[in-house]
């Protein structure tokens, strides 16, 4: 079987059979969709179609907090000592890499697509078409945030350290995306983090997507928060999933330096999960 393959069987079978972590993470899509969608319907009133942007959100959302969250998986296999075993293996670094960010990019994928369906339920209108260019947003964004959250997880090297530098990034990244609080409310001093947000940009296409904006004019894409301006220059929502490909792609290769860097042999395995529980 190839590398890659095997890798991301593995952790998909991981997944599934954690099965507080699989309903915890979807119970929090979907309260958070059923939330956004009743509560705060009536702040969109000067959006044509109000449900498709607030759903939106929350399905991208969602998609970057899974991708990011399932980075952790590495810090098991550290822990367990699985990684070492994996280390001097004949495979290359980047099959690795690429392993552990395509099985989280299909959790959050699906993930994603479940919270679709259910948003359809609940009021969001797209056609066919619409909804393959969401699957196909939702992929892409989650193979960047899930090679974001690799690189995260890699440089703490412990499931304490992650989560304090994951929630540290996280937590700041979705108020200035527009996922929640569009862009053009956001006070002027913070526009540069949301120009830096890669976030900024995934929302900012999926929204586009969803709303099927095609026909809107720069300016008109401008002043709803879907694109942005700066200066004189205008970054459309196709420019920005490229920016957030090439974001994708630059932690991705650092993720591969950072294996090739690695040195598992100093981690200590957990004498339980070494088998015969503690010595005496």
Not at 74 to 95: C, F, H, N, T, W
Not at 143 to 149: D, S
Not at 255 to 279: E, H, L, M
Request: glycine content about 8%; some cysteine.
């Amino acid at each position: 079987m190839n590398p890659v393959a095997a890798i991301v069987q593995r952790n998909l079978l991981n997944y599934i059979r954690s099965k507080g972590r699989l309903f915890g993470s979807l119970f929090m899509s979907m309260f958070m969709l059923v939330m956004f969608s009743f509560l705060m319907r009536s702040s969109m009133s000067g959006v044509d179609t109000p449900m498709n942007y607030l759903i939106a959100g929350v399905i991208i959302m969602s998609v970057f907090q899974t991708s990011v969250n399932n980075s952790s998986d590495i810090l098991s296999d550290i822990a367990s000592g699985y990684m070492k075993e994996v280390m001097v293996a004949p495979i290359s670094r980047s099959q690795i890499s690429m392993g552990h960010i395509l099985s989280g990019t299909v959790v959050a994928a699906l993930q994603g697509a479940v919270t679709m369906l259910v948003g359809v339920v609940l009021g969001l209108r797209v056609n066919i078409l619409q909804m393959l260019l969401m699957v196909l947003v939702m992929f892409l964004s989650a193979m960047t945030f899930g090679a974001i959250g690799l690189f995260l997880a890699t440089a703490s090297r412990n499931s304490p350290a992650f989560q304090t530098l994951s929630s540290m990034i996280m937590m700041p990244l979705t108020f200035v995306s527009g996922a929640y609080i569009p862009t053009t409310m956001i006070p002027g001093f913070l526009l540069p983090l949301v120009y830096l947000n890669p976030l900024t940009y995934t929302t900012s296409i999926f929204r586009y997507v969803a709303l099927g904006a095609f026909s809107l004019s720069r300016m008109e894409l401008v002043e709803q928060g879907m694109a942005f301006a700066i200066g004189g220059f205008v970054i459309t929502p196709w420019m920005g999933l490229a920016i957030t490909a090439l974001i994708g792609g630059v932690f991705f290769t650092l993720c591969v330096v950072k294996f090739n860097r690695a040195d598992f042999s100093t981690i200590k395995v957990a004498r339980a999960v070494q088998g015969g529980g503690p010595r005496r």
